[in-house]
């Protein structure tokens, strides 16, 4: 007989949604040997292997991924059990799984996170930055408790709510040639150097899956950085132009040297959307959080607040 605790449960997620047993132990704060044995004793008491092993990680077997699948059901169902029944003990307590896309996790969420935290002293929030299109697999699948996107990407059947409004522009040094244009396509900007997001970011990702569709050499990124706000300063300073979201490009020339050129692309637009299997289906603290998001004003932040964690 199959006899797996909770305990067991969440390792094989973390294991699984990680790649890794020595990263999935690490999320679920055991020992790397304990862990190991925990999921040995999983496969000998189903009788079948869970995992593949390689030097590279780990791979679900068709067992595996049949078991991750109704452990992250009932994994949900205790978080739903215990969100909705803490309220009665004097406030909700559980963490909230968030995938956001590089530009929601920079511009929105830091203010929109602080405020809710703010509130909820019990909650925490695990954030992950990913693209649109790796969130909505995620989420689909149960690796996320909410995503927030591009509104221009196929969200299949997840419910969706909208989030905020943006738009990606060109930002360029003081008295740049294009900087007198109403308007410049994604593809000139490419004959210029470029500062940008470190190469492993969503949105350098982005711009060079978009980069590569124009027919046009790779993007030339002179340097990689950690935030938009830094990627402005280098601009101002003449090392390259910079692709940041509208928001952040404003509040940057209020003490910076720059010349802001819309992008014509249509994807350059950014209607924000959060993206959830089921609002119904989250606790209560989780389903008060969305409802947060969404009244949240339009207002760019400032960082991220206590309680949540990057990555």
Known sequence: MMR????????????AEAGSITHGAARANLALAAASSRIRAMEVSLGAALLSRSRQGVVLTPA?????????TLLEGVDRMQGDLASYAGGAIGQIKVLSNT???????????????????????????????EIVG???EGGAD???????????????????????????????????RDGVPFAEVLDY??????????ITRFLADKA?????????????????????????????LGIVPETTARRAARSMGLDIVPLLDPWAARDLTICLRSLDGLPVFARE???????GANRPGLGLPSGARLG
């Open 138 to 140: 995620l989420v689909a």
């Open 64 to 72: 595996g991924r049949a078991l991750l699948a109704h452990a992250r």
């Open 289 to 295: 959080f969305v409802a947060h998001l969404r009244e």
């Open 212 to 240: 590569m569709r124009t027919g046009r050499p790779p993007m030339r990124l002179r340097v990689q950085l950690r935030g938009f706000d830094a990627v402005c300063r280098l601009v101002e300073c003449g090392v390259g």
């Open 146 to 180: 909410l995503g927030i996107v591009s509104g221009t990407v196929d969200t299949g059947t997840l419910e969706t709510h909208p989030f905020r409004q943006d738009r990606f522009v060109a930002v360029l040094p003081s008295g740049h040639p294009l900087g007198a």
């Open 4 to 15: 797996f605790d909770l305990v067991d449960l969440g390792l094989f997620r973390h294991v």
């Open 193 to 202: 150097d470029l500062v940008g997001l470190d190469r492993a970011s969503a």
């Open 103 to 133: 530009h929601a996790l920079t511009e929105f969420l830091p203010e929109a996170l602080s405020a809710y935290l703010a509130l909820h002293t019990g909650v925490s929030v695990d954030i992950v930055e990913r693209t649109s299109d």
